[in-house]
């Protein structure tokens, strides 16, 4: 396979600037060949366009949109980290693991003491994601929302 269009261009230029500090037998034919093998295209090409961020509208209210996730394990404990977006109140509640199960469990006994949220964020985590947890934010009426990276606190 030969080399074409801008790639003739490039290897000329880096023949002339590489034989202005270095030689070695065959230096022509490896730049050819280096060029033609498109290493330096593929490390240095532009990276694709970066997605706009779109920021979260700021809650009305305090326990309107809740962040979570699960955390850990640290020395041997689960957790279940959860962050107000309004008022940025932390609790974090260890869990004997991140199933559905568990987790609805400690959202029960949150839910009992500080009302129920119109949204939660979370990642796309296997307890978050599964049946039964999703009953269960259909039962309450909380939107939930899934994210594909950890929830942004």
Request: proline share 7%; glycine share 8%; aromatic share 10%.
């Amino acid at each position: 396979m030969g080399i074409s269009g801008n790639h003739t261009t490039t290897v000329n230029r880096m023949k002339v600037l590489a034989q202005s500090y270095v030689w070695w037998p065959g230096l022509d034919t490896d730049i050819a060949t280096d060029v033609q093998h498109g290493h330096h295209c593929q490390e240095n090409r532009n990276s694709p366009a970066k997605a706009p961020l779109h920021p979260w509208e700021w809650p009305t209210q305090p326990w309107n949109r809740l962040h979570m996730e699960h955390a850990g394990p640290f020395q041997g404990k689960l957790f279940l980290v959860l962050v107000d977006s309004h008022s940025k109140w932390l609790e974090v509640h260890i869990v004997p693991s991140t199933s559905a199960e568990a987790t609805i469990k400690v959202f029960k006994s949150i839910f009992s003491t500080h009302g129920i949220p119109e949204q939660i964020v979370t990642d796309n985590g296997t307890g978050f994601k599964s049946g039964e947890f999703q009953d269960f934010m259909s039962q309450m009426g909380i939107q939930h929302i899934c994210t594909s990276i950890p929830p942004l606190f």
